[in-house]
């Protein structure tokens, strides 16, 4: 073992803050509006989708999709599990697995490096849940 560094880590470093700071953002959202998907799960899941994005790139520079391909039927496991815990027949948490699986490919748009692309798709996720949804609205009109 000649050293335990292995000249990535500087690189990781930057990606691992820029995950923080967005999953703490989308995270701050979802739990602003009393999900069960909130900061920590946000971070961790940005974070582990870049972890692996960064590591097939590493490992396999010529077809780093492979590893990467997984993440996105990972996170989904794990979305699935999140919208089975529902009450009775009314389902629940779709829009939170929804964000975590979209957590997930900004955590693998910052492990490829591509900080603007995630910094956009992190402001798309906290602005889209934000967005009025149309049962409102005609439960706030007379005709409605």
């Given amino acids: 073992m000649d050293s335990i560094l292995v000249g990535h880590e500087l690189d990781f470093l930057a990606r691992i803050g820029v995950c923080l700071v967005c999953g703490t953002?989308?995270?701050?959202?979802?739990?602003?509006?009393?999900?069960?998907?909130?900061?920590?799960?946000?971070?961790?899941?940005?974070?582990?989708?870049?972890?692996?994005?960064?590591?097939?790139?590493?490992?396999?520079?010529?077809?780093?999709?492979r590893i990467a391909a997984q993440v996105v039927s990972g996170v989904g496991f794990l979305g699935a599990g999140m919208i089975l815990k529902a009450a009775g027949d009314k389902i629940t948490n779709l829009t939170t697995a929804a964000s975590v699986?979209?957590?997930?490919?900004?955590?693998?748009?910052?492990?490829?490096?591509?900080?603007?692309?995630?910094?956009?798709?992190t402001v798309y996720a906290v602005l889209?849940?934000?967005?009025p949804h149309v049962k409102k609205w005609r439960k706030q009109t007379p005709d409605g």
Wanted: net charge neutral; with cysteine; glycine share 12%.
């Fill in 25 to 65: 953002t989308i995270g701050v959202e979802r739990e602003l509006r009393n999900k069960p998907a909130g900061i920590s799960t946000n971070c961790f899941v940005i974070a582990g989708a870049c972890l692996f994005t960064f590591i097939s790139q590493q490992a396999d520079p010529e077809s780093p999709a």
């Fill in 128 to 131: 889209v849940p934000r967005i």
């Fill in 101 to 121: 699986w979209f957590g997930a490919a900004v955590g693998m748009s910052i492990g490829m490096g591509w900080y603007v692309i995630a910094a956009i798709g």
